[in-house]
């Protein structure tokens, strides 16, 4: 499985944009790019994927260059509650069958005040 | 509600006592498995299923064992448990139709 890069934290005004970079330069042809996070000692929560296409849900866009190297989770308005670890991983689908996965320590964003 | 369920949430053990984390999913997932978390380290897959009746190790399976029995229960086994497996562990199974990991709230163990 590919593995994925990421800073180890970030700092990012409250009400800003929080944008997180991601690198995954050996990453497959049928492999998504996933990214989760995980509040104090919770369990990790999904929050958006995406194949090849930028990807926008009600918490997050995700962008992916072409070359599906590196992608970006924009988080628009961060919010206080978005202090968080984000963990950027990339994995098969369903179709590609699932197996070892690996998280990585990921981002620590703390929203500031 | 769709979700993960593990028990127990919290425990406290002592070396070589055989203790049993259970994990149940009410969503007919066929995958599940199971992580564990250490400070520094990430999460890190111990063994997965990708369905009943067949398990496989992940990164760290040493000291750990699986069973899939049936489609809903995944329990992780220590069978002699030693201070190296304090963690935090997370199960967690995926959703083939929307393609998502769903994990369930941690259990964190502590070996004395």
């Known amino acids: 499985d590919a593995k994925t890069t990421q800073p180890t934290s970030m700092d990012c005004a409250e009400g800003r944009a929080a944008n997180l970079p991601c690198n995954h330069s050996?990453?497959?042809?049928?492999?998504?790019v996933y990214w989760y996070r995980q509040i104090h000692s919770q369990g990790p929560q999904y929050i958006i994927h995406g194949l090849k296409n930028n990807e926008t849900n009600e918490m997050a866009s995700l962008i992916i260059t072409e070359d599906r190297k590196s992608s970006t989770l924009i988080l628009p308005h961060a919010t206080l509650r978005d202090t968080a670890v984000y963990y950027c991983i990339v994995m098969k689908g369903n179709s590609g069958g699932y197996q070892k996965v690996t998280f990585g320590t990921g981002t620590k964003l703390q929203v500031i005040p | 509600e769709a979700q993960v369920t593990q028990n127990p949430r919290y425990l406290i053990t002592v070396t070589g006592k055989k203790l049993t984390v259970t994990c149940s999913q009410n969503?007919?997932?066929?995958?599940m498995s199971w992580y564990r978390q250490d400070p520094g380290l990430g999460l890190r897959q111990i063994y997965y299923s990708m369905n009943v009746e067949v398990t496989d190790k992940g990164d760290v399976p040493e000291g750990y064992k699986v069973s899939r029995k049936e489609k809903r229960n995944f329990p992780l086994i220590l069978e002699s448990p030693s201070p190296n497996q304090t963690s935090l562990y997370f199960c967690a199974s995926f959703n083939s139709g929307a393609n998502v990991l769903t994990f369930g709230a941690g259990s964190r163990l502590t070996v004395l």
């Open positions: 969503m007919n997932h066929e995958y």
């Open positions: 050996t990453i497959s042809g049928n492999e998504y």
